[in-house]
């Protein structure tokens, strides 16, 4: 079973809908959450991250984590074309070590 | 600050052949990484490195291998390329922080290769 698991998509929504992307982890000892952003030939940029439960807030973009189901989602409220890219999710290994595991990607295409 | 690049961007080699990918950073991090990206495999860890001098295997390591020689330089070699390699190659760094939830990654721009 891979650390992090990610529906691939792809997923298509007009401009201003709401969006929610998902993923599940594995191990419970996962505290540490990320979400990074990937546009077409571009290299991962961190989007948000939160730390062990409940939600965390930046403009448009909401992170949660339910550690009861082991889901974390991402929210991106009144979408925008710009916000067309890969949404990558990911954990950091229990102990530190600055080793991260990476979902495979939810490629997002909001049309205007 | 250019914070992470990569060369070259771009690369094409037949089976058998070797090549080096140079990443470099200038934010004085510690930690350097570097990934594979695969159609649905998602970004996998070949090697990192915790310091200069020092480096360690991720999950798919085989058929590569890495140099830290320098703290702002992290290598990437292939000594005999085969098809199962061509992929894209993302190099990032992060910095240690002994406040974890203050940890990120930066990724570099990537290097797309093609083995033939």
């Known amino acids: 079973q891979k650390e992090v698991e990610q529906d691939p998509g792809p997923l298509s929504v007009p401009e201003g809908a709401i969006v929610s992307l998902n993923c599940t982890y594995s191990n419970s000892a996962f505290q540490y959450f990320m979400w990074y952003r990937q546009y077409s030939r571009k290299g991962p940029e961190l989007l948000m991250y939160?730390?062990?439960?409940g939600n965390k807030e930046d403009g448009r973009f909401t992170a949660q984590v339910d550690k009861s189901s082991k889901y974390i989602s991402l929210f991106i409220r009144d979408s925008q074309p710009s916000d067309s890219a890969t949404y990558l999710c990911a954990t950091q290994r229990p102990g530190g070590g600055n080793q991260f595991y990476f979902g495979t990607g939810t490629s997002l295409t909001v049309i205007p | 600050n250019a914070g992470v690049t990569q060369t070259p961007k771009f690369r094409v080699l037949k089976t058998g052949q070797s090549m080096t990918l140079l990443c470099a950073q200038d934010?004085?991090?510690?930690?350097m990484y570097w990934y594979r990206q695969d159609p649905g495999m998602g970004l996998r860890l070949i090697h990192y490195?915790?310091?200069?001098?020092?480096?360690a295997k991720g999950e798919v390591p085989d058929g590569y291998n890495v140099s830290r020689l320098k703290k702002q330089n992290f290598l990437l070699g292939l000594e005999s390329a085969a098809p199962s390699q061509t992929s894209v190659y993302f190099c990032a760094s992060s910095s240690l922080q002994r406040v974890i939830s203050t940890d990120t990654q930066y990724f570099g721009p990537g290097t797309r290769l093609t083995v033939l």
């Open positions: 934010m004085n991090h510690e930690y």
């Open positions: 490195s915790v310091g200069e001098g020092t480096t």
């Open positions: 939160t730390y062990s439960s």
